[in-house]
């Protein structure tokens, strides 16, 4: 079974860059056909699928979001990331990694100053 992890900080600034990591574990990213994805939910909204990445790197990206949002991989780590710039307090929300029905506990970041 697949276990995900997110980490991050829980209270970025405006205009700042947010960074989150999913730490996976009983998987490796790089297995074929898996796909890793972020996902988040607003307070009061439904989920968001935001972006993802796959066994062999490749990136897809919510087109909506995809101007300001980029998701990378450190293999070694077994670990992908995700990064959100120029945010709003409209980023403000509860953000999930995810993959083939595991998912993450889930990270609570709120943007404010």
């Known amino acids: 079974q697949v276990q995900l992890q997110e980490s991050g900080p829980g209270l970025v600034k405006p205009s700042q860059t947010l960074s989150l990591t999913c730490t996976v574990s009983?998987?490796?990213?790089?297995?074929?056909?898996?796909?890793w994805s972020w996902i988040r939910q607003p307070p009061g909204k439904g989920l968001e699928w935001m972006g993802a990445?796959?066994?062999?790197?490749?990136?897809y990206y919510n087109p909506s979001l995809k101007s300001h949002t980029s998701i990378s991989r450190g293999t070694s780590k077994n670990q992908f990331s995700l990064q959100l710039s120029s945010v709003t307090p409209e980023d403000t929300a509860v953000y999930y990694c995810?993959?083939?029905?595991?998912w993450g506990q889930g990270t609570q970041v709120t943007v404010s100053s």
């Open positions: 990445i796959a066994y062999d790197g490749s990136t």
């Open positions: 995810n993959t083939r029905g595991s």
């Open positions: 009983g998987g490796s990213i790089t297995t074929s056909y898996y796909f």
